[in-house]
């Protein structure tokens, strides 16, 4: 069985950091580009970032130097590190496996950012 099992999220105030975690199992992780996607109400989902197998990343332009994705292969399990948290960056975060032939989801975990 596929799953991805994010934890991290909760209530943090503006300015603060958490640190989101994603551990796969079911999978060839080492193979596999690893997204962070969020959601929050009203909008469509977004790509906060990515990282490929080989170690490159990528960022939405707004969020680049606040935020940070990393993976460690041995855990199976990739990071996103957010820093300097805004109220706008209250969202449904969910953790996602690209594969060349399906892709797999977490259940996501719920980040709220307010004072």
């Known amino acids: 069985q596929v799953q991805l099992v994010e934890s991290g999220g909760g209530l943090v105030q503006p300015g603060g950091s958490l640190r989101l975690s994603c551990a796969a199992s079911?999978?060839?992780?080492?193979?596999?580009?690893m997204n962070w996607y969020r959601q929050a109400p009203g909008k469509q989902r977004e790509l906060v970032a990515g990282i490929t197998s080989g170690g490159s990343s990528n960022y939405a332009d707004s969020l680049k130097g606040r935020f940070t994705i990393s993976r460690d292969n041995a855990k199976n399990t990739v990071y996103l590190q957010m820093n300097s948290l805004k109220p706008d960056d209250t969202a449904v975060y969910y953790c996602n496996a690209a594969g060349g032939v399906i892709n797999y989801w977490g259940q996501g975990t719920q980040v709220t950012v307010s004072s």
């Open positions: 079911g999978i060839f992780f080492a193979i596999y580009t």
